[in-house]
C-alpha cells in the first residue's frame, strides 16, 4: 500500500521560512518524480517545484529563488525548503509523486502554510 505523508507546515511571519518534508512508502522511490503543489482557497492548485530521480529540478516562476526542493532517495523523502515567505505563498501544500511508465500518481494529505504577521 502507497503512502505519501507530508509534515512541516505552520504559521510564519512574513519574510520567514519553513521546510515540508514528504515521507513516501511503498514505492520504488527513485522510480518517481516527486513535486509540490499548492492550493490557496479559491483558486486551482498549481505546480510549485519537481525533482526527478537524479536530482533535476523545476520551479513556478513566483517560487524560482525562494524556495528549493530536494530528494533522499535513501530516506523516500522530498523536502522543500521555503525561504522569503510572503503572504501570498499561503496555501495547502501538497505532495505528489508520479510514474510515467507505467503511468501511477499519488497525492498526499496536505499541509497548511500560512504566513501572516
Known amino acids: 500500500q502507497v503512502q505519501v505523508v507530508e509534515s512541516g507546515g505552520g504559521l510564519v511571519q512574513p519574510g520567514g521560512s519553513l521546510r515540508l518534508s514528504c515521507a513516501a512508502s511503498g514505492i520504488t522511490f527513485s522510480n518517481y518524480v516527486m513535486g509540490w503543489f499548492r492550493q490557496a482557497p479559491g483558486k486551482q492548485r498549481e505546480l510549485v517545484a519537481t525533482?526527478?530521480?537524479?536530482?533535476?529540478?523545476g520551479y513556478a516562476d513566483s517560487v524560482k529563488g525562494r524556495f528549493t526542493i530536494s530528494r533522499d532517495n535513501a530516506k523516500n523523502t522530498v523536502y522543500l525548503q521555503m525561504n522569503s515567505l510572503k503572504p501570498e505563498d499561503t496555501a495547502v501544500y501538497y505532495c505528489?509523486?508520479?510514474?510515467?511508465?507505467?503511468?501511477?500518481?499519488?497525492w498526499g494529505q496536505g499541509t497548511q502554510v500560512t504566513v501572516s504577521s
Open positions: 525533482v526527478l530521480s537524479g536530482g533535476a529540478t
Open positions: 505528489n509523486v508520479r510514474r510515467v511508465l507505467p503511468i501511477a500518481m499519488y
